[in-house]
């Protein structure tokens, strides 16, 4: 593993963490857009198996506080300079 990697590592794990849930509170937007808003997005924890015989896949989304942060800057319409 390559300093860079190690360095990202260690970030990612002393970064805060959400759920969608947690930022549906925080932001008054629903927990099912929270989901569809960050469930691609690079940098989001994704936990869980894949879908098998039938059954559908369940997963559980963790968005660090950078990614969320930087979501909602892009979805941001700026002002008039």
Do not use: W
């Not at 099912?32 to 369940?58: E, M, N, W």
Request: with cysteine.
């Amino acid at each position: 593993m390559d300093d860079m990697n190690v360095l990202e590592t260690s970030n990612a794990i002393e970064e805060t963490l959400f759920t969608p849930e947690e930022l549906a509170e925080q932001t008054k937007f629903h927990a099912s857009t929270i989901r569809k808003l960050f469930t691609d997005q690079p940098g989001v924890i994704r936990l869980g198996r894949a879908a098998s015989c039938g059954h559908r896949k369940y997963y559980t989304l963790r968005v660090p506080k950078s990614v969320a942060e930087r979501v909602f800057r892009t979805m941001t319409v700026g002002g008039c300079p």
